[in-house]
C-alpha cells in the first residue's frame, strides 16, 4: 500500500513540474524559409555596334609571265588602319553577327625578275574590304569568334627596267576573294570592347597587263591581316539572368 501512495505521489509531482518546465523552454524556432534566388548581372552582345582598328600584315605575290615563266615571288608588307560596323545578336551563349570593314593599307613589297634583267617588279595593296558573318560563343564579358566571308583589294603593280630601253611601266586593279578568320573581342564597359582579330585572305590567281604592255602575268595574291580593335555598342550593357 505505501508503494502504491508513493507511485501516485511521484505521478502527481511529475505533472505538476512539467508545464512550469515547459514554460520555461526557448520559443519554437519559425519554418526555415528559402533564400531568394540571386540575380546574375550578364553581359548581352546584342545590337548595332561601329568602331576603329589598326595593325599589320604580310602578303605574297607570285608573278608569272605570260608565255614566258615564272619572275619570282615577294612578300608584300606594312601597316593598316580602319572601321569596322555591325550588328549581333546573342542565344543563349552563342553570338551571331554581321560586319563590314574598310581599311586604309600599305603594304608594298618587291623583287627582281628571274626571267627579265635588270627589272624589279613591285606589288603595293592600297586598300582593303571585309564583308564578313561571325559565329562566336561569349562567357560574360569574353567572347570569341570565328568568322568568314568575301574580302577586296586595290592593288598597284610597278615594273622598273633599268639600262638601255629601260623604264616603268604600272597597272592597277581590284580583286576580290575570300576571307576566314578568328577574333576576341572583351567589354571593358558598358559599351566599349577591345578585341584582337586575324583575317587569311584567299585572293587567287589573276591576269594583270598594263596599258603599255610591259607587265602581262597571271599574279597569284595571298594576305595575312593582324588588326587590333575598338568598338562602342549601342543598347542596353546587361540582362538579368536568374
Known amino acids: 500500500m505505501k508503494r502504491v501512495i508513493i507511485l501516485a505521489t511521484a505521478a502527481i509531482a511529475v505533472g505538476a513540474v512539467a508545464p512550469a518546465v515547459a514554460a520555461d523552454l526557448p520559443a519554437r524556432a519559425p519554418a526555415y524559409t528559402k533564400a531568394p534566388a540571386m540575380v546574375q548581372a550578364a ?31 615577294h612578300n608584300a608588307t606594312g601597316g593598316t588602319f580602319g572601321g569596322q560596323v555591325g550588328y549581333r545578336w546573342q542565344m543563349s551563349s552563342w553570338v551571331f553577327g554581321l560586319e563590314a570593314q574598310g581599311n586604309w593599307a600599305d603594304f608594298s613589297g618587291s623583287n627582281s625578275s628571274l626571267i627579265f634583267a635588270n627589272t624589279t617588279n613591285q606589288s603595293k595593296i592600297d586598300s582593303f574590304g571585309l564583308f564578313t558573318g561571325q559565329i562566336g560563343y561569349a562567357v560574360d564579358r569574353a567572347l570569341f569568334y570565328v568568322n568568314g566571308g568575301a574580302a577586296v583589294t586595290d592593288n598597284k603593280y610597278t615594273s622598273i627596267t633599268t639600262g638601255v630601253g629601260g623604264g616603268i611601266d604600272t597597272a592597277t586593279e581590284t580583286r576580290w576573294g575570300a576571307a576566314l578568320g578568328a577574333g576576341f573581342e572583351y567589354a571593358f564597359a558598358p559599351s566599349w570592347s577591345l578585341g584582337f582579330q586575324y583575317d ?10 598594263s596599258n603599255a604592255g610591259f607587265i602581262a602575268d597571271h599574279v597569284k595574291e595571298n594576305v595575312d591581316i593582324f588588326t587590333a580593335r575598338v568598338n562602342y555598342r549601342f543598347g542596353g550593357p546587361v540582362v538579368a539572368r536568374y
Do not use: P, Q
Not at 546584342?46 to 619570282?72: C, H, L, P, Q, R
Not at 587569311?200 to 597587263?209: A, E, I, S
Open 200 to 209: 587569311h585572305l584567299f585572293m587567287g590567281n589573276n591576269d594583270v597587263v
Open 43 to 73: 553581359y548581352d552582345w546584342s545590337g548595332f555596334y561601329v568602331g576603329i582598328n589598326g595593325g599589320g600584315a604580310t602578303s605574297k605575290f607570285d608573278w608569272n609571265a605570260d608565255g614566258f615563266g615564272d619572275e619570282g615571288s
